[in-house]
């Protein structure tokens, strides 16, 4: 797929009606919504090709996603094709998981949940008893009851302000944000639902998937596990990459220009237009931030003090990840692994309140060609291996080299698996790495933490009441990281603007 780059195409302050800086998901969602209102939307993103964190890269038939692995909600990118009546799946397909992921923990015993609910019941009753096994359908239904309540409302809506503080669809909400759930941590919400202690890791699990704390966190994002165990998890046809690769077709088709390898500050002008340089000279009535704000504010419409503010938020995660290129793998291995730690409460403290290095991590082994058999050659296996860090704290080589060592102990002691004699390829995704690609802040996955009750409505919104027709969306603003949430974003800018 070719991209525009040719600066010379482009006459000097060509004017837009809307300019769109950033194309990952969000960037490209709303523009795709947007072109339904107007003519003439520029796309720019500084990489050379489109896509954000969804990247892709390949070595001797192996192919890795680079960035988000889990797929949920695939009604989202069905959307933006139904919205321009165009059949979804004449551009992008996508096929049930029917095991969604495999937790293994320290004593060898584990767990897989399973499309097939009967199955997943019988794996948990296996472990953590009949009791077990009724805890969990509880479990999922209040979870399930709490998201209709409150959950889909939020994630759906422009993050609630003062003014709006009293309104009466919002205020019927107060009631269930005061409930016991919500006001406790995930990690107490699940330790009062959950006897067994394999049990409660996996659904504390659920709050890694926007990089926080769930000894911290709310237990509103409980709801997480309704989305991927109730919803369902999914895996793309062509993997990660070929959701925005499907935007990307979708988008030139209908029209919007897309500049990659491109470069651009921001100026607000008297007039509350926009004056946009660098690389490419235009004029605008409207922003759309689809980047890291933090990044943003720093780089793009530089303003130190919107900078400072935001800086004081504490962090979400960041990675290391390891790209690995397996002669042979895990035959026994999923799509979806995780391998819990001794003591998960001390990893999150030295993660979160130490900040530092984890000396014993969860690690989670993502392999795409399980389900997608063209992603590896014949025999082999991609392995996209992850431990979390703190924002910001890039891990050297020794500590590389000390977590090859832990996974490849645990792997021997559970498969007498030989990692290393099995690698034929090695490349990682660090801190600064995730900075320099996707310009995430401190290379952390999703902007800001939910380490606490209100951080919720704490999190930048979708607009700035200093910069008129200036708009946000992606990972690092409300309602917040992860495909499902950077689309519901882009959903909601699209509605603020008028």
Known sequence: MKFTTEREIMPKFDHYDVIIVGGG?????????????????????????????????EWNGYRWDKGPSVFTEPNNIDQLFELWDKNPREYFNFEPLDESCTYYFPDHSSITLSSDYEKTREQIAAVAGAKGREEFDNYLKESDALFGKVGDYFISNPRPTARKAFSKELTSKYKHFLRKEVRQSLHTLNERRFSSEYMVKIFDRFGTYIGSNPYRMSGLYSTISHVEINKGAYFPIGGMRAI?????????????????????TVHPQPDKSYRVSGDVEASTDKVICAIDHMTFYNKVLVDGKMENRWRKIERSTSALVFYWAMKQGVKEFGVHN???????????????????????????????????????PEGGQNWFTMVNVPAGVLPDEAYREKMKDMIAKRLKEQFDYSLREDILFEDWWDCDRIQEHSGSYMGALYGPASNSLLSSIKRHGNTNAKYPNLYFCGGTVHPGGGIPLVLRSAKIVSELIP
């Open 338 to 376: 995780i391998f819990f730690s001794e003591d998960y409460q001390k990893e999150f403290s030295e993660l979160f309140d130490q900040k530092r290095l984890a000396d014993e991590p969860t690690v989670y082994i993502h392999i795409s060609s399980v389900a997608h058999k063209e992603d590896a």
């Open 244 to 264: 925005v690769e499907s935007l990307i077709t979708l988008a030139e088709e209908i029209g919007i220009e897309i500049l990659c390898d491109t470069q651009v």
């Open 25 to 57: 998901a969000s960037g490209l969602a709303s523009a795709i919504r947007l072109k339904k209102r107007f003519n003439k939307i520029l796309l720019i993103e500084k990489n050379p090709r489109a896509g954000g964190k969804l990247d892709d890269f």
